[in-house]
């Protein structure tokens, strides 16, 4: 039984709550045209999909049902669509342990994920949580020397002055080849022309995998029957796996007798982190360890790309304010480009977040109730009461709804405009990494490593013009939101 770590007051006001939230509590409702399948809903969001506008209908419904709406038909489950402030903070901290991952994410074994930090709860959760936690805290988490060395392969391969380019693949070579060294200590190198770790290979077979996941996730309890002769999945994630595995049994050879973490000191000099030794010192056991680098490498894959190629796609309809990125830039040409250098770049941030907060990457956050709970806010016609949420059912967290509601940001909360940030302090309004204990752990690291490369492409081009006669954002939405239009560029040389 579920014991609640609180006074005992506090308990049953609780408890009382929720017995007077369940009558009343009830946001409004989608209505549906389709009462009996809500075929419509599904089919309005998956045309707004297909046209590159998902968010923009979502927001829609918003505005015709409030900050929380619900949405649930006769055969199916009962989901709360939230971009209310409160229900989100709620939902990651208040009432954390209300709310969880493992009955949407977890697929029965054996599949492509396995468990680990991102689709676990509880004690299995808090457990990866803490081996990974130490990574990203550590200041040296962003590695710039070996970013510089990548970043350089970039750079080679950028078309000379004025040729329209893509800059959205590119930056995403740049982050693979530094994430695989990260996590799996030897790069894929996919910025170099052929190598031996045939990365397109691989990129393919992970896609397909993620793919192959959503599937299967999206079919819910009809995968095991509607995809039963479909082994392409199993194929494709084997390949996946083979290519873990290999660094797994090096890193567990290497690590053998050797428990402790890399420190430096004055007898033993800083060394290169790599997240699959610092974990093979703890998790002895091939499958697992397996699993819970996966689950580090999924989330770390495309996000930094993507916020580098939205934010660039910003400025490429936003001159002026590259121009002052440029200014900054040239003012450090002299010196290294140290952590605490891009620390102290603050517009540079303001720009970043200013990108975080219209194009967040991870636009949606799905939670299951794991046992009866009530949010906050957004219940009764008023949409002002508590709502009861029981165990089982759906709350997404519309994060990028919340980053436009003009009721918080203002009238311009739709345009790119980095100045709102000078001054600013924020709490739960703006979440492009969510909160709580499970916000994202990598989040410095990101800042840091998307700093670096705003400045050092700052630092070698006078300017860039867009080359992309759609001047509109349409995204594509996979497991991140990116430009499906590509980010058109073409640079200037001073
Ligand atoms: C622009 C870059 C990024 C953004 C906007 C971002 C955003 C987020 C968000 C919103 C979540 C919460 C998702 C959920 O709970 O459903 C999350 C979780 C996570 N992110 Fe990131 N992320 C970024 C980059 C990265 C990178 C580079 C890594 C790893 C190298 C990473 C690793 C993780 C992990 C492991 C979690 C799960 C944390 C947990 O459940 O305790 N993220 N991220």
């Known amino acids: 039984m579920y014991i609640p770590k609180l006074p005992f007051f506090l308990v049953l006001a609780s408890y009382a709550s929720l017995l007077f939230a369940a009558p009343n509590s009830t946001p409004p409702q989608y209505r549906y045209k389709d009462k009996l399948f809500g075929s419509d809903l599904a089919q309005e969001l998956n045309d707004a999909r297909i046209r590159g506008y998902l968010y923009g209908a979502i927001r829609g419904q918003f505005h015709t049902y409030g900050k929380t709406f619900k949405e649930s038909v006769v055969f199916g489950k009962v989901v709360y669509n939230t971009m209310s402030m ?29 468990d680990g930090i991102l689709s676990t709860d509880g004690p299995a959760w808090k457990r990866s949580r803490e081996l990974i936690t130490p990574t990203f805290s550590r200041k040296d988490i962003a590695d710039l020397d070996s970013l510089e060395v990548y970043f350089d392969r970039m750079l080679s391969l950028m078309p000379s002055e004025n040729q329209t380019m893509d800059m959205q693949p590119l930056l995403k070579r740049l982050f693979l080849d530094t994430s695989t060294e990260f996590l799996f200590a030897e790069s894929i190198h996919s910025l170099l022309p052929e190598t031996q770790y045939k990365s397109q290979e691989f990129l393919a077979a992970f896609e397909e995998s993620l793919m192959g996941m959503g599937t299967r996730i999206r079919a819910g309890p009809l995968a095991k029957i509607k995809l039963y002769f479909d082994k392409t999945w199993e194929k494709a994630y084997t390949k996946v796996h083979r290519y873990v595995d290999q660094h797994v049994e090096r890193a567990l050879a290497e690590t053998k007798n050797d428990k402790s973490s ?20 703890e998790i ?52 290294p480009v140290t952590y605490d250098l891009i620390k102290s770049l603050i517009f540079y941030k303001h720009v970043l977040f200013e990108s975080l907060h219209l194009l967040p990457p991870v636009a949606l956050v799905h939670r299951t109730a794991l046992r009866d709970t009530i949010l906050p806010t957004g219940g009764g016609a ?34 790119f405009n980095p100045g709102r940030w000078e001054g600013r ?14 916000i994202c752990p990598a989040q410095q690291q990101v800042m840091i490593q998307a700093t670096y490369v705003l400045l050092r492409l700052a630092q070698e081009f006078e300017s860039f013009k867009n080359r992309d006669e759609e001047l509109r954002y349409i995204g594509l939405t996979r497991m991140v939101t990116e430009s499906r239009n590509r980010v058109k560029v073409a640079f200037v040389k001073p």
């Open 284 to 335: 002895r056991d091939k499958v697992s360890l397996c699993y819970e680098l996966m689950a580090v490498f999924f989330p770390g894959r495309d996000t930094i790309p993507v916020l580098l190629a939205n934010t660039i796609f910003l400025l490429a309809r936003h001159p002026s304010v590259y121009k002052s990125l440029r200014e900054t830039a040239l003012s450090h040409t002299s010196q």
């Open 382 to 415: 008023d949409g002002k009461s508590l709502i009861y949420v029981a165990k089982g059912e759906t709350v997404v967290a519309h994060l990028h709804a919340l980053h436009r509601d003009k009721d918080i940001w203002g009238e311009d909360a739709d345009e």
């Open 425 to 438: 302090r924020t709490t739960w309004e703006f979440v492009p990494f969510y909160g709580g204990a499970r």
């Open 86 to 114: 409160e229900n989100i903070q709620t939902m990651a901290a208040t009432k954390f342990n209300d709310f969880g991952v493992e009955p949407s994410r977890k697929l029965k074994k054996p599949n492509f994920t396995g």
């Open 262 to 281: 890399i420190s430096a000191d004055e007898t033993n000099p800083p060394q290169k982190y790599i997240l699959v030794r610092e974990m093979a010192r």
